[in-house]
């Protein structure tokens, strides 16, 4: 074969192959239904009202969504969150692989489920103690050293029937799995919530954030950003 | 077929590939400085605002430090636009297909490298949110054989042609008589 044959076959076929078609990914539908009695958890820190939004789909314990958390949404809770710039939004994303990681999503709803400072409080213990809770599973040690006694207490009332582990359907057998939440712990509803919007999104891997500027949507992100960076995003965007 | 019609689908191959991976690029560009929301005009604000979006992406791949993340991602997408318009005027071949197949190599090990380390993020590379995975693989595979084929084709084409230049140029030995 001489060299102009084989490069025809060459770049014939270079050609042939770059026209394949992407795979469609489905999308699945929230779940509706709401405990009664139980407020709906608040995970927010700032105002809604903020000109940006940032959801966040994470999972507490998922090392990934630690570091985004200690390294980059700190720093920004401190400063364009404290500052009405941007509203967070944690969303709960847990993955079947972490064995203790819907029980933290839990206690983070329980607790949020009595109001933002106590949802955030929760939530920094949860992710600065995760190394320690991954191993033993006793998320409770650090829930209870976070919150008031008065309302650990409260806490403690609202997941009585969350003390069983979450059935195997629940934990997610898929990954694109969304569970219909079972009798019993209350708080599931709302995991299950928010792992429906994270479908439509679709999250693939946590963390996984979603910004929306002005109502709008933007294309979603992943994994580890920095501040610095992250910042640079937001003046750019507030500048527009 | 004779060599010189067999010369001629070469060209004609080699164009469009050339073509092919100008769309790409141009394509690739476009998708990292279009305005992030439909709502926002195109201006040098909106065009910031993406790159600096795009920005994002680039850390996400925790490869450089927050300084050049942020020149990577004010200066590739440039880059791109320029090396799309490069290829499809089709000037100094040889030296822009090599370009194009070095940046997509370099590209290809970036999203192996991703993979391999088991990062779950988007690539970024045509601006959407589609995850790091084998298809990116396999697509930036594509893409580097086929910036390998139009640069092997620029440089075997340009040898061919000098040296039916010089065939033509020199005098039969019937003329010599």
Same mark, same amino acid.
């Not at chain 1, 001489?2 to 469609?24: C, N």
């Not at chain 1, 998922?62 to 390294?71: D, T, V, Y």
């Given at each position: 074969?001489?060299?102009?044959?084989?490069?025809?076959?060459? /770049?014939?076929?270079?050609?042939?192959?770059?026209?394949?078609?992407?795979?469609?990914?489905?999308?699945?539908?929230?779940?509706?239904?709401?405990?009664?009695?139980?407020?709906?958890?608040?995970?927010?820190?700032?105002?809604?009202?903020?000109?940006?939004?940032?959801?966040?789909?994470?999972?507490?314990?998922?090392?990934?969504?630690?570091?985004?958390?200690?390294?980059?949404?700190?720093?920004?809770?401190? +400063?364009?969150?404290?500052?009405?710039?941007?509203?967070?939004?944690?969303?709960?994303?847990?993955?079947?692989?972490?064995?203790?990681?819907?029980?933290?999503?839990?206690?983070?709803?329980?607790?949020?489920? /009595?109001?933002?400072?106590?949802?955030?409080?929760?939530?920094?213990?949860?992710?600065?103690?995760?190394?320690?809770?991954?191993? +033993?599973?006793?998320?409770?040690?650090?829930?209870?050293?976070?919150?008031?006694?008065? +309302?650990?207490?409260?806490?403690?009332?609202?997941?009585?029937?969350?003390?069983?582990?979450?059935?195997?359907?629940?934990?997610?057998?898929?990954?694109?799995?969304?569970?219909?939440?079972?009798?019993?712990?209350?708080? +599931?509803?709302?995991?299950?919530?928010?792992?429906?919007?994270?479908?439509?999104?679709?999250?693939?891997?946590?963390?996984?954030?979603?910004?929306?500027?002005?109502?709008?949507?933007?294309?979603?992100?992943?994994?580890?950003?920095?501040?610095?960076?992250?910042?640079?995003?937001?003046?750019?965007?507030?500048?527009? | 077929?004779?060599?010189?019609?067999?010369?001629?689908?070469?060209?004609?191959?080699?164009?469009?590939g050339r073509l092919a991976l100008a769309v790409v690029f141009l394509?690739a560009?476009?998708?990292?400085?279009? &305005?992030?929301?439909?709502?926002? &005009?195109?201006?040098?604000?909106?065009?910031?605002?993406?790159?600096?979006?795009?920005?994002?992406?680039?850390?996400?791949?925790?490869?450089?430090?927050?300084? @050049?993340?942020?020149?990577?991602?004010?200066?590739?997408?440039?880059f791109e636009?320029f090396l799309g318009l490069w290829l499809l005027?089709?000037?100094a071949l040889r030296l822009s297909s090599t370009v194009t197949a070095l940046l997509i190599a370099g590209f290809l090990?970036?999203?192996?490298?991703?993979?391999?380390?088991?990062?779950?993020?988007?690539?970024?590379?045509?601006?959407?949110?589609?995850?790091?995975? &084998?298809?990116?693989?396999?697509?930036?595979?594509?893409f580097v054989l086929l910036a390998l084929a139009v640069m092997l084709g620029a440089? @075997?084409?340009?040898?061919?042609?000098?040296?039916?230049?010089?065939?033509?140029?020199? &005098?039969?030995?019937?003329?010599?008589?």
């Amino acid at each position: 074969m001489d060299w102009r044959r084989a490069l025809h076959l060459y /770049l014939a076929y270079s050609l042939v192959f770059l026209a394949a078609p992407l795979a469609a990914i489905s999308q699945t539908k929230p779940p509706n239904t709401k405990p009664a009695g139980i407020a709906a958890p608040q995970k927010g820190y700032g105002s809604p009202s903020a000109p940006i939004t940032m959801e966040v789909f994470s999972d507490y314990q998922c090392p990934s969504c630690r570091s985004l958390f200690e390294i980059t949404l700190r720093p920004m809770i401190d +400063d364009y969150v404290g500052a009405g710039k941007v509203y967070l939004l944690h969303r709960d994303f847990p993955l079947p692989a972490h064995k203790f990681g819907y029980e933290a999503a839990r206690w983070a709803n329980a607790a949020g489920s /009595l109001g933002r400072d106590q949802f955030a409080k929760v939530e920094a213990a949860l992710y600065d103690n995760q190394a320690s809770w991954s191993n +033993d599973g006793n998320i409770e040690k650090f829930v209870a050293a976070a919150l008031s006694a008065a +309302d650990l207490k409260r806490v403690q009332k609202l997941m009585e029937g969350c003390q069983a582990s979450p059935s195997a359907s629940l934990l997610g057998a898929q990954f694109r799995k969304v569970a219909t939440a079972e009798p019993g712990c209350a708080f +599931d509803v709302f995991i299950e919530q928010d792992r429906a919007l994270g479908q439509r999104v679709p999250v693939q891997a946590t963390p996984t954030y979603v910004f929306s500027y002005k109502g709008q949507r933007l294309p979603p992100g992943s994994g580890q950003i920095s501040w610095p960076i992250l910042k640079q995003f937001f003046d750019s965007l507030l500048g527009q | 077929m004779t060599q010189r019609a067999s010369s001629k689908v070469v060209r004609i191959l080699l164009l469009l590939g050339r073509l092919a991976l100008a769309v790409v690029f141009l394509y690739a560009a476009y998708t990292k400085m279009r &305005p992030v929301l439909p709502s926002i &005009p195109w201006s040098v604000a909106s065009i910031k605002t993406s790159l600096a979006m795009f920005g994002l992406q680039v850390d996400s791949y925790e490869l450089l430090p927050a300084s @050049l993340v942020s020149a990577v991602a004010h200066l590739l997408p440039p880059f791109e636009l320029f090396l799309g318009l490069w290829l499809l005027s089709g000037f100094a071949l040889r030296l822009s297909s090599t370009v194009t197949a070095l940046l997509i190599a370099g590209f290809l090990g970036v999203v192996v490298r991703t993979y391999m380390v088991g990062l779950k993020i988007h690539c970024g590379c045509f601006g959407g949110s589609e995850p790091v995975g &084998p298809w990116e693989i396999i697509r930036d595979s594509l893409f580097v054989l086929l910036a390998l084929a139009v640069m092997l084709g620029a440089f @075997l084409t340009r040898r061919s042609h000098g040296a039916e230049v010089r065939a033509e140029s020199q &005098p039969s030995p019937s003329g010599a008589d």
